[in-house]
């Protein structure tokens, strides 16, 4: 595991170049990439930084693939559907063919939409003849929750599926989410973390007492692949240098 720090003014430029470069190497070595986007304000403002440097980059985008770690069963047109966000501050600016862009398919309620991206993640992996997201992207709620884990949920004690779409609460709602074992497989991960008020929750899920029913961003834990936390200074805050 590798904890990067950046000041709060590097951050998004710093992480921004971090996800273009994995992609375009990953690219340039297999030929294709296979990217788990996450949703939330943090990755908002590095996928805006994604859409201006990626001309830098040399990316065939023709042979980069898209999904998402989780979703709110909300509609795609709806501001709070990470899909829509993606595709405003990032994917509508980069040269990548619809057909290789995988939303949640919110329609059709939480359990056939994540038995509908199951079926896809497994054939998109049997086509491409991999068994693992090339780079998936990750944040960390205040309360220790990733993807759409969260603490004291059922969706932590779900085995043998990849996907799982379930009612998390009244304030929550519907929620489709991957689950850590393909994650788990990812050959990248990388956390993207800022904030003071996540400060605490990084110290614990770092460096506490492991407890995933409380803290279920520590169930990612890749098997073989690389696990990076990129943290602004005052998420790191609490962390020992």
């Not at 047109?77 to 595709?87: C, G, I, K, P, T």
Request: proline share 5%.
């Amino acid at each position: 595991m590798n904890i990067e720090v950046k000041s709060t003014a590097e951050f998004n430029d710093f992480a921004a170049r971090r996800i273009l470069s994995i992609i375009e190497a990953t690219v340039d070595h297999q030929g294709h990439c296979t990217v788990a986007l996450s949703g939330g304000n943090t990755p908002k403002e590095v996928y805006a930084h994604v859409a201006n440097l990626y001309p830098e980059y040399d990316i065939n985008w023709k042979r980069v693939f898209f999904f998402w770690g989780d979703e709110r069963m909300v509609p795609f047109d709806d501001a709070n559907n990470n899909a829509n966000m993606a595709y405003e501050y990032m994917l509508d600016a980069l040269p990548v063919p619809d057909y290789n862009i995988f939303p949640f398919r919110t329609e059709l309620g939480a359990e056939a939409a994540a038995a509908d991206m199951e079926e896809k993640i497994r054939n998109h992996f049997d086509v491409l003849t991999i068994n693992a997201f090339d780079l998936t992207l990750l944040g960390l709620g205040e309360d220790g929750h990733t993807l759409s884990l969260f603490p004291h949920s059922y969706a932590l004690k779900v085995m043998g599926q990849w996907v799982y779409g379930y009612y998390v609460n009244d304030k929550l709602g519907y929620r489709v989410t991957f689950l850590p074992v393909p994650i788990n497989n990812s050959v990248n991960t990388l956390f993207l973390v800022k904030g003071e008020n996540k400060a605490e929750t990084v110290k614990h899920v770092l460096f506490g007492r492991k407890d995933i029913d409380l803290y279920p961003a520590q169930a990612i834990r890749p098997n073989n692949g690389k696990l990076e936390w990129l943290l602004d200074e005052t998420a790191a805050s609490k962390v020992k240098k």
